[in-house]
Nanobody
Framework: QVQLVESGGGLVQSGGSLRLSCAAS????????MSWYRQVPGKERELVAS????????NYADSVKGRFTISRDNAKNTMFLQMNSLKPEDTAVYYC????????WGQGTQVTVSA
């Protein structure tokens, strides 16, 4: 079965950095578009970044362009999100996601950025 497990979240001061990881299993990772989403309580889940199967093409939300970098290691079935220059408004639960006939989500990892 498809499994997505996020890690790397935590508490960081404004201007700091975090690196999130998503360990994937149960599907052909190297053939799948992968994405990071985030959600704040009371708001809809929003797309943060996505990456093509080979890792060549990436897409970012305007709010994170120039600060976040999405990447993947197909040999290790793992996706990453390097987050630099973090701001309090980046505080959210971050989810790893892919579509295999339907959309799958990880359990999420909390990122909290203090002012």
């Amino acid at each position: 079965q498809v499994q997505l497990v996020e890690s790397g979240g935590g508490l960081v001061q404004s201007g700091g950095s975090l690196r999130l990881s998503c360990a994937a299993s149960g599907f052909t990772f190297r053939s799948s578009v992968m994405s990071w989403y985030r959600q704040v309580p009371g708001k809809e889940r929003e797309l943060v970044a996505s990456i093509s199967p080979g890792g060549v093409n990436t897409n970012y939300a305007d709010s994170v362009k120039g600060r976040f970098t999405i990447s993947r290691d197909n040999a290790k079935n793992t996706m990453f999100l390097q987050m630099n220059s973090l701001k309090p408004e980046d505080t959210a639960v971050y989810y790893c996601s892919t579509i295999i006939l339907r959309r799958y989500w990880g359990q999420g990892t909390q990122v909290t950025v203090s002012a």
